[in-house]
């Protein structure tokens, strides 16, 4: 089953990824020239987006539920993975980039209106000059 996990070119990457190039916005795809390949990048605006699977980072919400079997691998893989995104954000700021993580609670099951809206505030993001930010199903979240 593992082996259909896909880590790039996922559906709320896609979503994203299509709607943003219809507005205009160009950008380079997993660029390994950066820590942790960002998903988008955008270096006319300093600007990279990492689109997290909210199972695979462990995300707050509804659609992250630990696995009842091999539960110490579990929490083990995605702490590190929790801690490997904090690190590459981190090595991001240093380079002068901007991060954006949008979580694919934000895309999972919604209407096209407010799928609209999430990519109208990630494109106001990418041209505006807020510092690194968390998008997830609550909203917009600026980090200090």
């Known amino acids: 089953m593992m082996s259909g996990i896909r880590g790039k070119n996922t559906k709320p990457e ?7 190039h219809a507005k205009g916005f160009r950008y380079q795809l997993h660029s390994k020239k950066l820590p942790g390949k960002p998903d988008l990048l955008f270096p006319k605006y300093k600007a990279a987006i990492f689109i997290n699977g ?27 993975n929790k801690t490997r995104d904090v690190i590459k954000t981190l090595e991001l700021a240093k380079l002068g980039y901007r991060v954006l ?15 609209n809206e999430l990519i109208e505030i990630v494109a ?8 690194s930010a968390v998008l997830d199903s609550r909203g917009l979240h600026v980090q200090r």
């Open 54 to 80: 909210c199972f695979w980072h462990g995300h707050d919400c509804s659609l992250f539920k630990l696995p009842a079997t091999r539960t110490g691998f579990w929490e083990e893989k995605i702490s590190g």
């Open 14 to 20: 896609l979503i994203i990824r299509k709607a943003l």
């Open 101 to 115: 993580t949008v979580w694919e609670c934000t895309t999972r099951n919604k209407k096209e209106i407010i799928l």
């Open 124 to 131: 106001e993001w990418i041209s505006g000059d807020t510092g």
